[in-house]
T-cell receptor, first 112, second 113 residues
Framework: GENVEQHPSTLSVQEGDSAVIKCTYS??????FPWYKQELGKRPQLIID?????GEKKDQRIAVTLNKTAKHFSLHITETQPEDSAVYFC???????????FGAGTRLTVKP | SQTIHQWPATLVQPVGSPLSLECTVE??????LYWYRQAAGRGLQLLFY??????ISSEVPQNLSASRPQDRQFILSSKKLLLSDSGFYLC????????????FGPGTRLTVL
């Protein structure tokens, strides 16, 4: 089963509103947390990532926050636009298995 | 710059037929390579990863196998496809290890009938 839980599975917002997607992980040794955006029929594309020595990272309208104590991290998208509509995946490294595990994805719909 | 290729882009195969999907990376040496499967509307499932030529680690026991005959070539195979093998197969590469960003190829959409 997945060791990264992602919520919500679907999210619908009005254009201009903010969107927040949350993920939790189980391996306390995890230290790398990327976020990917996947448009329909396309490959996942990295949009932002964060490492465990940083609590927050921003890139224009996108930000990611990390709470190592609680073992959760979140993606924040501000001033959403219709082109932000896609499926977003979080991921975390898992040292017990020497691999990276992905969340189940969040389908974000931005209504114009 | 680095580029990752996958082929074919789409494939329709009957149950019980063999499979061979290919992935190649350009512009980098000794990459880590990964095969993922994504079922319709689902997340990414890691199938295999490789840290070097001939070195393959399997994450999920199944009727699929992987090989890395060259530094920048990764092949996913099956001797007999099952209906449950249908999905979107993605190859990815990273510079070093799991703490490094993975970049995905364009994918192969496989339909087993």
């Amino acid at each position: 089963g997945e060791n990264v839980e992602q919520h919500p599975s679907t999210l619908s917002v009005q254009e201009g509103d903010s969107a927040v997607i949350k993920c939790t992980y189980s391996d306390s040794a995890s230290n790398y947390f990327p976020w990917y955006k996947q448009e329909l029929g396309k490959r996942p594309q990295l949009i932002i990532d964060i490492r465990s020595n940083v609590g927050e990272k921003k890139d224009q309208r996108i930000a990611v926050t990390l709470n190592k104590t609680a073992k959760h991290f979140s993606l924040h998208i501000t001033e959403t636009q219709p082109e932000d509509s896609a499926v977003y995946f979080c991921a975390a490294t898992f040292y017990n298995n020497n691999d990276m595990r992905f969340g189940a994805g969040t389908r974000l719909t931005v209504k114009p | 710059s680095q580029t990752i290729h996958q082929w074919p882009a789409t494939l329709v195969q009957p149950v019980g037929s063999p499979l061979s999907l290919e992935c190649t990376v350009e512009g980098t040496s000794n990459p880590n390579l990964y095969w993922y499967r994504q079922a319709a509307g689902r997340g990414l499932q890691l199938l295999f990863y490789s840290v070097g030529i001939g070195q393959i680690s399997s994450e999920v026991p199944q009727n699929l196998s992987a090989s890395r005959p060259q530094d920048r070539q990764f092949i996913l195979s099956s001797k007999k496809l099952l209906l449950s093998d249908s999905g979107f197969y993605l190859c990815a590469w990273s510079v070093r290890d799991i703490t490094d960003t993975q970049y995905f190829g364009p994918g192969t959409r496989l339909t087993v009938l």
